[in-house]
C-alpha cells in the first residue's frame, strides 16, 4: 500500500511497551526490547505499530500518567532509543503510531504543580479548578471512572480539581487555548521527529462542560457496555456534561490542520461516549480524525445478531469516516477468553483474527492476540493496575491482558532475566512464539499466513461491506472492490454449522491457511469456529 492512504485497511499491531520485552533485567519491557523484536512483528504481516503510553511517567495508570509528553521515560529508555525504532520499524516497511493523551496529565506534570500552587500563576487555568459548594462538597456530581468522586481537594488553593481517571491524572482545560497550543506544539515535536500517527487516548474527553452541570442519573437496564464494570458507580450516569462536549469537533479540526502539513500522518481516536457510534461518525467526518474505534466489539457479547448491528449501525452512521475495529486491547479480558470461556480453543482466536480482520476498516490487533493467548488469572497479591484493586472482586481489572509476552516456553518465558512485574500465567508457556514458530500447524503462522493472504485481497483491505442475513451461529458478510466480491463467514460456535449461500456462484478461496469450509450444492458447511472466504464466479 503506497502513502499517503496507508491506514485504509491496515492491520496495526498494538505494543504494551511494559510487558513486550525487558532487555535490561529489570522486570519491565522496554523500548530496546521493541527493537529487538521488530523483525518478528514484520514477520505478522502487519502493517503498523501503535505503542503504548513510553513517556516520562509516575506510572500510576503505566504511562496514561505522563509528566513529560516530550521525554522517553528511564524505565523504557531514551530518545536516541525511540529514534533507533522509528528507523528500524521503517526500514522494515512498518509505520509506528504512538500514543498520545490530551485529556489529562499526571500530577507531577510541570503544568500541574504550577497550576495548583496558587490561583493567579501563569498556569492557574490550566486545569478544572472550582470552588466547593457552600457545604464544603464538590461542584457538581461527576464520577471517576476508575472509582468515587472525579474531584479532589487541593489545599493550596482551596478549591477541588477534575479528575475523570485516577485523582493523580487531572484533567486539564481545554476552553484554554493556551492548553489547546501547548497540546498541538508537542503533537508536532513527534511528527516532527518522524512518527506516522497517533492513537489518541479518551479523546472524546478533553472538554467538559463549562458550566459544571449535573450529569442526569442512568437507569439501572441501560447501565451495560463500554468497558466499565455495572458495579461501577460511573456506570449509573449519562456522561452528558464531563466529556463528548460539541467545543472538542473544532480542536479536533485544529489538529488535522497541523497533522495534514505531514503526508501520510493518521490519527485513531478511542472513542467512548453515551452512543459511541454515533461519536465516531461525527468525529471522523469532514477533517477531523482520520479514524475512530470505540469499545463496542470490545465487550461480553459475542453473537452474530451482535456484530452485525454494530458495525450495520456505524456503517448506517458514517458517511465519510473510516472505521477501525478492535476485539482485544490493554484494557479488557483477553478476547478467547471473554467469547470462548474457560478452556478456549486455539481455533477460536484464528476464526477471531480472520473475522475482526475482514470487517471493512482497519483493525487494531493485540500483542499476544497472533499467540491466541487466553486473559491470565491474576490473584490480587500480585495485582498493579489500580483500577483493578478499586473493584475487586467482580471486576478484576486489566492486569490479566497485560501480563508479558511468552517468547520462549522457558522459566520467565523469555521476556526479563528478572522478576516480571506481572507473573507470566503456566497457560501461557506452551503457547510462547518461539514454540508457535516451530510448528506449522500453529495459530502463529496461521495468523501470519491470513494476514499475507489479506494483503493481496483488494475486497477485504478496501472494499464496500453488505451483511446476509444469517441465523446464528454465523456471521457472513460479502465485501466488494472494483469487481472483486469475496463472501467471508464466520461460525462462531464450537459446533459445525451451515450457510446457504446467496445465488450466483461462489468458489472457495485458497491461501488464507484457515481450516476451511466446503460448498455443495449452494450450501456452505463450516466446521467448529470455521472460516469460509469464497469469490463470486
Ligand atoms: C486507556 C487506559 C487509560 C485511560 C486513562 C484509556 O482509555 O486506554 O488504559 O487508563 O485511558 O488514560
Redesign the pocket.
Known sequence: MSRPCWWRGAVIYQIYPRSFLDTNGDGVGDLPGIVDRLDYVASLGVDAIWI?PFFKSPMA??G??IADQRQVDPLFGTLDDFDRLLDKAHRLGLKVMI?Q?F??TSDQHEWFRESRSSRDNPKADWYVWADAREDGTPPNNWLS??GGVAWRWEPRRRQYYLH???SS?PDLNFHNPQVRQATLDYVKFWLDRGVDGFRL??INFCFNDAQLRDNPPKPADKRVGR?FSPDNPYAFQYHWYNNTRPENIGFLEELRALVDRYPGAVTLG?I?SEDSLATTAEYTSGRRLHMGYSFELLVDDFSAAYIRDTVSRLEEAMTEGWPCWAVS???VRRAVTRWGGGGPSPRLARMLAAMVCSLRGSVCVYQGEELGLPEADVPFEALQDP?GIAFWPNFKG?DGCRTPMPWTDADGAGFSAATPWLPVPEAHRPLAARRQHADPGSTLNAFRAFMRWRREQPALVRGSIAFLDTAEPVLAFVREHQGQRMLAAFNLSDAAASLPLPSGGWTLAQGHGLASASIDGGVASLPAYGVLFARAD
Open positions: 503504548s495508570d503505566f496514561y500518567d500514543d493523551v485529556s489529562h471512572l476508575f475523570n481517571f485516577l491524572q487516548d479518551s468497558g478511542e467512548s486491547n490493554h484494557d483500577y486489566r
